[in-house]
């Protein structure tokens, strides 16, 4: 679809449009690019000066027919007279973004793209009102977007963090320490952060301990959540290092970023 950037004269209109087919997701440093192209059409007017400036904003759908703002970029180019121009936009992702765009679609992709442009060296007035283009992605081009992330679209585990007054705030301190440790590179202080909020969901949750005459085929639902507590808790006690056992235990960034997780995930089923 084709709309028009509107400058007063005697520059006039500019058409713009979504090139279509040129949206890329693509990996970045924690976190992903999208970009898309537009095409624009300059004015035959020199008096526009020698430079033409984007500044764009990227909706996506949140449901009842409202968009909810994805991100924002910019872009500056070369002003010709009479020309095509074609520039890129750059808008950052997070894991999270993406999947809310999976959430909220419906087969085709739809997003809005909204355009302000500005001739900062015209004669005339520089700027004009924005324009809002409707971008459709088919389904089939954004999985096959997807798919090339790979591994990097990661699921993102979210920590509770209750009220101050509400009592998961106790663990939910343990897991902010926990995370403070490992930005200190405290891979076994981590750990046993975590540890204490395994222990603080074992006295809270309410779950029993099935007893050890039980066949595991038989454990109730709720414990087998209090086993698959017990067996975190045990992994992350081997940074206590205090047996023969636990002694040797090396435990990885990876892996103690997994236990903060997971105790996190854990917390969310205690009410």
Not at 172 to 185: F, K, M, P, S, T
Request: proline residues 7%.
């Amino acid at each position: 679809m084709m709309d028009q950037l509107r400058f007063a004269d005697p520059v006039g209109p500019a058409p713009i449009s979504y090139r279509d087919g040129s949206l890329m997701l693509m990996r970045s440093m924690g976190a992903h690019t999208l970009c898309l192209r537009v095409e624009v059409q300059t004015p035959k007017a020199a008096a526009a000066g020698q430079v033409l400036q984007l500044h764009a904003r990227l909706d996506a759908p949140w449901g009842n027919g409202t968009f909810a703002l994805l991100g924002t970029a910019d872009a500056t180019v070369p002003f010709t007279p009479d020309t095509v121009v074609r520039p890129d936009l750059y808008f950052t992702l997070t894991g999270s973004q993406v999947r809310a765009l999976e959430e909220h679609r419906s087969g085709d992709l739809r997003l809005e793209l909204e355009t302000r442009a500005v001739l900062p060296q015209a004669r005339c007035y520089p700027g004009c009102p924005p324009v809002t283009l409707p971008i459709e992605i088919a389904e089939s081009r954004w999985r096959q977007q997807l798919e090339g992330l790979g591994p990097t679209l990661s699921v993102e585990l979210n920590v509770p963090f209750p009220a101050d007054d509400e009592p998961r705030q106790e663990a939910v301190g343990y897991l902010r320490e926990a995370q403070r440790r490992l930005r200190d590179n405290d891979i076994d202080g981590a750990l046993l952060e975590a540890r204490r909020a395994l222990e603080y969901i074992g006295e809270n949750s309410g779950w029993p301990m099935p007893s050890g005459k039980k066949l595991k085929t038989q454990f109730t639902q709720h414990e087998r959540w209090a086993a698959v507590r017990k067996t975190l808790e045990d992994q992350a006690s081997g940074a206590l290092h205090k047996d023969a056992i636990t002694k040797a235990f090396s435990y990885t960034r990876t892996e103690a970023e997994t236990m903060i997780a997971m105790a996190a995930a854990l917390l969310r089923l205690v009410d």
